[in-house]
């Protein structure tokens, strides 16, 4: 069993930037990809990024790319998601997800845990 808690949400103003952390706890936290999905009110979930169990070549959703980051501290059992250039549009309850997994994982219907979610909210 894996528990995930995000944090670091809340009210920015479009520009700024937030990191999102997420914390796992349960064992074997190195073995499994981490994704950072989003749920804007009235539109189904979506994926934002993820990224491996080492940590290297996240993977974004075009719509955050060159903006978001994601990085992993497999020591700390955290996952992080830097979030720049914030626009009005990235408004959304943010989720992180874990999955067993050596690869990179894009759906939501693919992830095993789930996070209760952070709200960020950005004003134009």
């Known amino acids: 069993q894996v528990q995930l808690v995000e944090s670091g949400g809340g009210l920015v103003q479009a520009g700024d930037s937030l990191r999102l952390t997420c914390v796992a706890s349960?064992?074997?936290?190195?073995?499994?990809?981490m994704g950072w999905f989003r749920q804007a009110p009235g539109k189904e979930r979506e994926f934002v990024g993820a990224i491996r169990w080492s940590g290297d070549t996240p993977y974004y959703a075009d719509s955050v790319k060159g903006r978001f980051t994601i990085s992993r501290d497999n020591a700390k059992n955290t996952v992080y998601l830097q979030m720049n250039s914030l626009k009005p549009e990235d408004t959304a309850v943010y989720y992180c997800a874990a999955v067993l997994s050596f690869r990179i994982v894009t759906t939501t219907r693919e992830y095993d845990y789930w996070g209760q979610g952070t709200q960020v909210t950005v004003s134009s």
């Open positions: 349960g064992r074997a936290f190195s073995t499994y990809s």
